[in-house]
Every structure is written in C-alpha cells, then in structure tokens.
C-alpha cells in the first residue's frame, strides 16, 4: 500500500491521529467542535432509530403471525437508516478533511474519529464463552 493510503500506521509507518489530536487552530478547533458536536446529535439519533428498528424486527422474526413480506419490509428499512448513516460519516469526515491544512492532512486518520469502532476493529473475534455460560435453548422437538 502507498505511504498516504490506507492505514497509516503499523509496521514502520509513523502513527496517524485524530483531528483533535492535531494541532488545530482556534477557527479549525472551534468549526471542527461544531461539527463534532452536530455530526454526534444526528448519529445518535439515527443510532436510536436503528435500535428500535432491530427490536422491531426481532419482535416480527419471533412472531410466526407475521408474514415473511413483513420481515423483509422491516429488514429493508434497517438497511435503508444504515446506508443514511453511512452517508452522514462519510459527509461528516470530508467535512473534518475540508477543515485541516495539506501538512495535517498526512497525520489525520479518518477511523481515528470514531475510537469506539476502531477499539471494536482491534479486539480478536472470540470464539465463544470463554466461561461457562448462560443454559442452552431448548432442543425443538424430535418429529417421528
């Protein structure tokens, strides 16, 4: 991968950090708190929107009074609100990139904004409970 591509960190390359972390101006750090703090108003309540939308569908795949049509519609709008939110961060980040200089630009990270998913991104998958766990669900019925 080319140096300014990608990751930018790792094996030998320098670390790449947050727009916050950079040496920010005051107009940059006042305009990128702004955003900042408008970006996360909106993420959140899309964020609720989705949660409400997955236990509405949880609630629909558990119902076996609901029709198959129903599911998908459900499934279909979860997948609608998660592209809207992945519209809003990438209209966010390029408003965070229009705010830094050429120089700052080659220490910023884009994932950096986001420290929660990128902590989720580091963390190995586990491959189950590394402790015993919860009971199993029942066993469906054998049918003779």
Avoid at 12 to 23: H, I, Q, V
Avoid at 69 to 95: C, D, H, P, R, V
Avoid at 116 to 126: A, L
Wanted: aromatic residues 8%; hydrophobic residues 30%.
């Amino acid at each position: 991968m080319k140096p300014g591509h990608g990751m930018k960190y790792g094996r030998g390359e320098p670390r790449c950090w947050a727009a916050s972390e950079l040496k920010l101006s005051p107009d940059q750090t006042q305009a990128y708190d702004l955003l900042s703090h408008t970006y996360f108003q909106e993420a959140k309540r899309y964020r609720m929107e989705l949660f409400s939308k997955r236990l509405e569908l949880r609630e629909y795949l558990t119902d076996p009074s609901v029709r198959t049509e129903s599911i998908q519609a459900k499934n279909l709008e979860i997948i609608e609100l998660q592209s809207k939110i992945e519209g809003k961060t990438t209209e966010y980040l390029i408003q965070v990139r229009n705010l830094l200089t050429q120089e700052q630009l080659k220490s910023w990270c884009p994932e950096q904004e986001f420290p929660m998913v990128q902590r989720m991104m580091d963390r190995p998958f586990r491959m189950g409970p590394m402790t015993p766990g919860p009971p199993q669900p029942p066993e469906a019925p054998k049918k003779d």
